[in-house]
């Protein structure tokens, strides 16, 4: 069974500045993808990026970009030029690839990131 | 537009009692599943149907039965509610079976007394 692990349950960062939001995860499956979720506390569950394992290039959406390292079965989130409205809790998740019959999303326990004004 | 959408937002009900979630997508997507998130904000699949199949269930009391007339909706139907059942419920959509990111709706708490 797959798992995701985000290590760090909070963290901070200044507005304007770089942070990065650690994800390790296991699995024995070759093809899958990653995603980043974002989760304000609306509550509502906002797509903020996706990496699909079979392209080396790393994810990149604006201001948010990931760092997909296969072999270490790492993968960051990166969000440059932090605002007030990136507040909220961010969880990494797994999905197995187009072959694997198992299509859910398996969540790590998510990690509450503020931003200092 | 709405992409998917839950009704309602919020429900507040005794122990033992019978409630519904209704869900509808309207992104054309064949597949919904059921997602439970806990008080300690852990995200957990229930359910999946795929083209109004059920293709997963995860360990979840019998009490939970979801029902998908069409691939546009899959509601979850819960008999004698227990207080561990108060979380809340999202419903999400994605393109097909093994590939696609999915889309949420806005959850439903419940909390049950």
């Known amino acids: 069974a797959q798992t995701v692990t985000q290590s760090q349950p909070e963290m901070s960062v200044q507005e304007a500045e770089t942070v990065t939001l650690s994800c390790t995860y296991d699995?024995?499956?070759?093809?899958?993808?990653l995603f980043w979720y974002k989760q304000p506390p609306s509550r509502q569950m906002i797509l903020v990026i996706r990496?699909?394992?079979?392209?080396?290039q790393n994810a990149t959406e604006n201001r948010f970009s990931v760092n997909f390292q296969k072999a270490a079965k790492s993968f960051s989130l990166k969000i440059s030029d932090s605002q007030l409205g990136d507040a909220a809790m961010y969880f990494c998740?797994?999905?197995?690839?187009?072959?694997?019959?198992?299509?859910?999303?398996?969540f790590g326990k998510g990690i509450t990131l503020s931003v200092r004004p | 537009d709405t992409a998917v959408s839950q009704t309602p937002k919020y429900l507040v009900t005794q122990m033992g009692n019978d409630k519904s979630i209704k869900c509808e997508q309207n992104l054309g997507h064949d597949t919904m599943y059921w997602y439970k998130q806990d008080s300690k904000k852990f995200l957990k699949i229930m359910f999946s149907y795929n083209n109004k199949e059920l293709i997963i269930n995860e360990t979840v009391p019998n009490r939970f039965s979801p029902k998908s007339p069409d691939k546009a909706h899959l509601n979850l139907h819960i008999n004698s509610l227990e207080l561990g059942d108060s979380a809340v419920y999202f419903c999400a959509s994605s393109q097909d079976r093994g590939t696609g990111a999915q889309y949420f709706g806005p959850g439903t708490r419940l909390l049950v007394l």
């Open positions: 998740a797994y999905r197995s690839g187009p072959r694997g019959a198992n299509s859910k999303l398996t």
């Open positions: 990496q699909e394992a079979y392209k080396q």
């Open positions: 699995t024995s499956e070759s093809d899958y993808y």
